[in-house]
């Protein structure tokens, strides 16, 4: 068995810079960890005891990890878990909404996107503070620092910073996390309007026009229009 540690240059977590991981003599790998610095160097003092010592710590950070909802593709917190990014992928489909008052569903194509929240924990209650949401080409990668963001294409959605509009609900309460699994379709059961507008290369201002033009086809990533220099790293700066 052998040990893999990095360090990045720009960790998720500055408290838990080292990433390590456990590779196997059959191939199988272990991890990731994270690691203090200070972990790190005490693991290099005494081998192989201090190696076995790390990976006691790691096992025992990695028990109180919070489980993820279905979909999670990156996770930070604070040392105290009193502020928690979660990122997940939410894949290409077909979504029945509603525009305004009207009571009638349209089937619109959404892209490929990610979403991120940002919660607050204080004893036992989690609050949803911030929701923001992009749009990512659909060409089957793996979602990585390097992805490009797109606008998300349309209204409820500040086109300028991705911060999802929750109208009255502006910091909806949860009790863990997995709960976040049907957040989107909290999203999506909300009435459309005209908030913030849409951003599409059809160049039709009005979603209630481009909803005439888009119903019932599957999105197509040519409709969408790219954050300039912007990519999924930026999530997490």
């Not at 040990?3 to 456990?22: G, H, R, V």
């Not at 008052?101 to 349209?106: A, I, R, Y």
């Not at 209650?125 to 963001?149: C, G, S, W, Y």
Request: overall charge negative.
């Amino acid at each position: 068995m052998k040990w893999q540690f990095e360090l990045s240059d720009c960790p998720i977590n500055p408290a838990y810079p080292i990433k390590a991981t456990q590779l196997y003599d059959n191939g199988v790998q272990k991890g990731p960890f994270h690691l203090t610095m200070e972990d790190f160097i005490n693991s290099l003092k005494v081998e192989p005891d201090g190696l076995h010592n790390a990976e006691k710590l790691v096992e025992e950070e990695t028990n109180v990890s919070p489980t993820f909802p279905v979909g999670t593709i990156r996770y930070s917190s604070d040392p105290w878990h009193t502020r928690q990014r979660i990122t997940m992928e939410i894949p290409q489909k077909q979504w029945d909404i509603k525009y305004g008052d009207d009571d009638e569903f349209f089937s619109i194509g959404f892209p490929r996107m990610v979403i991120q929240y940002l919660i607050s924990s204080q004893n036992d209650q989690k609050k949803m503070i911030e929701t923001r949401l992009f749009a990512v080409l659909n060409d089957k990668k793996p979602i990585e620092d390097e992805t490009p963001l797109f606008h998300f294409p349309y209204p409820n959605v500040g086109k300028s910073n991705g911060i999802v509009c929750w109208g009255r609900n502006q910091r909806l309460e949860i009790t863990r996390l997995t709960e976040l699994e049907r957040a989107f379709q909290w999203f999506i059961a909300s009435p459309f309007n005209e908030d913030h507008g849409v951003r599409t290369t059809h160049g039709i201002a009005n979603f209630r026009k481009l909803i005439d033009r888009i119903q019932d086809k599957p999105f197509d990533d040519e409709w969408l229009i790219p954050i300039r220099n912007q990519s999924f790293r930026d999530l997490y700066v």
